[in-house]
């Protein structure tokens, strides 16, 4: 189909502000609405140090990732504009303010909120001076057995050069004077990887209530010992974000494992990005840690109280009753009973599955049974994130020795976690799963899995498609679909899928799938550009998508051209969205909604009305440039009447009612909450209490 004419009506050219949202602004904005759910004092107590731990490890994340891409892009000069029409040096001041803004947020909700409301039940924090002497004595004691023989304490000077300083270490500055009167900086480096954050000073640790020393301040109270016969400042925590976003050639690497493991020793090298200092710091010790990391002032945050705020999650252990959300138990689905025939289930009918309310279990049956079922004669599977202890993992090597064919199609560079995927990728190797890298240039971050089955004289093929990894650790934690079926046509598509990964054949016309990067694309604008033909003739036109994030600039010029034309557009967006809504004459009739809380929204669903026949597609790709041009994806239809219903009119439409959850996006790019004078609707709690 071809796409439709553009509307009759002439719409002023608007300035590229006007028509979009900055990228890395709106992930901000994405950030913030996290830190909100630490704000938010109907959060259990526990969960909001949670929420502050996941604002503060995004952060580090986007610091890495993103801010330090900008950095290198004013560097070297260039002036290509984002898509909102700011220059690098733009972008990087605005986001430079705006994150300091929410870290200084983030710490006030830490000290003044959380912190005291911890210590009124039995979990405190204390400072070194407001320890009794005895207490002093006896952590010193500590100190000296268990802390001081790993500190290796490195002074700056003529024969000592600035020492390195690992990403997102915990660190003390001090000033050391010898008795001559020569004066140096010295870096103590807090070794939190043979620590704890959090030192007992007494109490159990599970039990309250118990008192923690942050460790750091028991290192400062004890540098004299590191130093003797030299006159001491005070210590200054401070933190180092550094540049880990890796560049591998794929095309020149001949073990693309080998060159990874080589880019990742590269990264704990990378260049500094950011320095968080305690906000008392003197500006002579923040110069020198400056001029030593090769950073600017606006480079630098003050932040007062604790740094490294992920590694509080050490509270989190503490059963504290009331202080976190109830446990939920994902529920067994109808279709799929403990004991039945998940093979002859699926081959009579589609089930489909929604984590973490549904179990992941048949997704972990659906592999171990392959790997024991006698008439399975193959297994081939995609795996983007998982790990080494995973039932997902073990069951293809035991496949492996009931003597089936296995192959596995591994993403080494999913980011932060290719330490980890080499390892279990080696292991796999090791057991003899032909294992495949993906596709040179390209990430391959779809979720399929097939299953090939003799029954009787023929080989009858079933598959897992799905819209988050083979993990069933965050399977728990993760809002996700999946579809097991034995659908020829899907199971075509996805046999066809893995010809294209694991050998070496063309892209094919897919029958069924929409398959990135070489279809997705064109078909998505194509089905955008039917529901505005729909609409300029008059019928209904309607589309719900619900996905991270949206960035891809013709999808959204697709959008906003259909919103023009009539279509009735829902966006349920977790985090980044660069489309505007709302602005007359241009996206009137597009409302775009987030829902954070609980559970990590990842699914992805793409819904279209078409002319009172709807088709709904689930699937592994967010409408984002790196997605649909960069990335090996994949969408399937929902051809199952009833799941395409429910996905509809129970799964989308809960979503849409939310009061308690959601933000909406507003035309300046600004979110605000949709509960005012709404009946209190919780989608999480929705689906939790539904019945299977």
Not at 185 to 205: E, F, I, Q, S, Y
Not at 540 to 568: F, H, M, W
């Amino acid at each position: 189909m071809s796409r439709a004419q553009p509307v009759v009506v002439e719409v002023p050219e608007q300035p590229a502000a006007a028509r979009f949202v900055n990228r890395e602004l709106s992930w901000l904005a994405f950030n913030r609405r996290v830190l909100e759910e630490a704000i938010d004092p109907r959060t259990p107590l526990l969960e909001r140090l949670r929420f502050l731990t996941i604002f503060h490890t995004n952060l580090d994340e986007f610091f890495m990732v993103r801010v330090s891409g900008i950095r290198q892009q004013v560097a070297v000069g260039v002036e290509v504009l984002s898509i909102d029409g700011l220059s690098p040096r733009a972008q990087l001041a605005m986001v430079l303010e705006r994150s300091s803004q929410m870290a200084l947020q983030a710490q006030q909700v830490l000290h003044e909120e959380v912190l005291p409301s911890l210590r009124s039940h039995g979990v405190q924090l204390v400072d070194y001076r407001d320890l009794s002497a005895a207490e002093k004595e006896r952590m010193d004691d500590a100190f000296m057995r268990r802390v001081y023989p790993i500190l290796t304490p490195l002074a700056v000077g003529p024969t000592h050069p600035f020492p390195f300083i690992s990403n997102l270490s915990l660190n003390l500055a001090v000033f050391v004077a010898s008795p001559e009167g020569e004066r140096r900086l010295a870096r103590v480096k807090v070794p939190l990887a043979n620590l704890p954050r959090l030192v007992r000073v007494d109490g159990h640790p599970e039990q309250l209530p118990v008192r923690w020393l942050p460790v750091e301040q028991l290192i400062a109270a004890n540098l004299q010992s590191l130093f003797p016969g030299m006159a001491l400042s005070d210590a200054w925590v401070f933190r180092v974000t550094r540049d880990a976003d890796l560049e591998i050639r794929e095309d020149e690497a001949d073990d693309l494992l080998d060159t990874l493991q080589q880019e990742l020793r590269k990264r704990r090298f990378g260049d500094a990005v950011r320095l968080e200092v305690e906000d008392d710091m003197p500006e002579a010790a923040r110069e020198a840690l400056r001029d030593g990391l090769a950073l600017d002032p606006s480079d630098v945050i003050g932040l007062p109280g604790l740094l490294a705020v992920p590694r509080l999650g050490q509270i989190l252990s503490i059963d504290l009753p009331g202080a976190k959300y109830p446990p939920y138990v994902p529920r067994r689905p109808a279709a799929l009973p403990v004991g039945s025939d998940l093979f002859a289930t699926v081959r009579h009918k589609d089930v489909l599955l929604h984590h973490p309310y549904d179990t992941f279990a048949p997704v972990v049956e659906f592999i171990r049974g392959a790997a024991r079922d006698p008439a399975v004669v193959a297994i081939k599977q995609t795996l983007y994130r998982t790990s080494g202890d995973s039932p997902v993992i073990r069951a293809l090597e035991e496949a492996i020795e009931n003597g089936k064919q296995v192959a596995a199609v591994v993403e080494l560079k999913a980011r932060f976690d290719e330490e980890n995927n080499i390892v279990w990728a080696r292991r796999l190797e090791e057991a003899g799963v032909h294992v495949i890298y993906g596709v040179p240039g390209l990430k391959t971050h779809s979720k399929v899995a097939l299953v090939v089955r003799r029954e009787g004289d023929e080989l009858v093929r079933y598959a897992h498609i799905g819209t988050g990894n083979y993990n069933p650790t965050t399977a728990r934690v993760y809002s996700d679909l999946g579809l097991l079926t034995a659908h020829l046509g899907i199971t075509r598509d996805v046999a066809d899928l893995f010809n294209r990964l694991t050998g070496f054949a063309r892209p094919t016309n897919y029958r069924h799938l929409y398959v990135a990067p070489s279809h997705m694309k064109s078909q998505l604008l194509e089905r955008i550009a039917h529901e505005a033909a729909e609409a300029r003739r008059g019928a209904p036109a309607q589309i719900i998508a619900k996905c991270n994030a949206i960035t891809d600039r013709d999808v959204i010029e697709a959008l906003y051209d259909a919103s023009q034309a009539g279509v009735q557009i829902d966006l349920l967006v977790r985090g980044i969205c660069c489309l505007l809504p709302g602005v007359p004459g241009l996206s009137e009739r597009v409302r775009v909604r987030s829902v954070v809380g609980r559970f990590l929204e990842h699914d992805r669903i793409y819904w279209f009305h078409r002319g009172g026949k709807p088709m709904v597609y689930i699937g592994s790709a967010d409408w984002m440039d790196r997605n649909l041009e960069r990335r090996v994806e994949v969408l399937t239809p929902i051809l199952d009447h009833d799941h395409a219903t429910h996905l509809r009119n129970v799964v989308l439409q809960a979503y849409l009612d939310d009061t308690m959850r959601t933000r909406e996006m507003q035309p300046d790019g600004s979110y605000v909450r949709v509960s005012e004078g709404l009946d209190p609707v919780d989608v999480h709690q929705l689906f939790m209490e539904a019945k299977a």
